[in-house]
């Protein structure tokens, strides 16, 4: 079925907590879709979102410690690199039933800047019928929801610009202590600024591909034991 459709299958959350052979299951179909681009199907197991926002601070923590990032590199967008949810798209609707007016700590994050529809009927209850309100209700929202976002994107590349900005100043003062000069170069400052971006983000892409390949590496070494362990039962 899942060939079939061309569904590719993501599993989301803290999976070391579930059973071994839970794991080896959840890898199995993991590994076996990821090939997969007509659709892809997210699962949030053994997930919370304030679990997931913990764990992509002790991995930017473990990379600056390894040096393969730097202090300064840490903000908003790395740290949504390292959320379990970095290779899905940006949630423009979420929707949740039975009443309750909150998310229940699922997709904090990333519901940011995202059109929220609380139904009052249960899960089992959901019908065509409420999907269609939601989706009018979204249609409704999302231009301001969009210009938030924007909103929110610009303000990022202020920061980061004036974080780099910084960044170089200190470099520069640092410099000029080494070389016992009582003032400080600052011409080409702007060139400066922009080759220190480039490489910034050549050190923050390098550390988020390695953080991408270890957890595809677990799902793959997952796979491996148990197919070892089924050829010799």
């Keep these: 079925m899942i060939e079939k459709h061309g569904i590719c299958i993501r599993v989301l959350g803290q999976l070391t907590l579930l059973p071994q052979d839970i794991q080896e299951t959840i890898a199995e179909a993991v590994c076996f879709s990821k090939h997969n681009t007509r659709a892809v199907l ?44 970095s290779q899905c798209r940006k949630v423009d ?20 800047y995202t059109c929220l529809a609380f139904v009052k009927v249960l899960w089992p209850e959901f019908s065509i019928w409420h999907l269609y309100a939601a989706v009018l209700h979204y249609q409704r929202n999302s231009q301001a929801v969009e210009v938030a976002r924007q909103n929110n994107q610009v303000e990022r590349e202020r920061l980061q610009r004036e974080s780099d900005h ?24 702007q060139s400066k600024v922009a080759q220190y971006a480039k490489i910034r983000n ?13 957890r595809a590496q677990y799902f793959e070494k997952l796979t491996c034991n148990h197919s070892k362990q089924s050829s010799e039962s």
Excluded: P
Excluded at 93 to 112: K, P
Excluded at 204 to 209: I, L, N, P, S, Y
């Design 42 to 85: 997210n699962l949030c197991f053994a997930y919370s979102a304030r679990d997931d926002i913990c764990t992509s601070m002790r991995e930017m923590m473990n990379g600056v410690k390894q040096g393969i990032i730097k202090q300064s590199d840490i903000d908003e967008e790395l740290l949504e690199k390292c959320l379990f949810t």
């Design 93 to 112: 609707l979420l929707i949740r039933t039975s009443g309750e007016v909150r998310l229940s700590d699922f997709l904090l994050w990333e519901s940011a």
């Design 166 to 189: 910084k960044c170089i100043l200190e470099e520069l003062e640092e410099q000029m202590q080494i070389k016992g000069d009582k003032s400080r170069d600052t011409s080409n400052i």
């Design 202 to 214: 050549h050190r923050v892409r390098c550390f988020v591909d390695g953080l991408n390949r270890r």
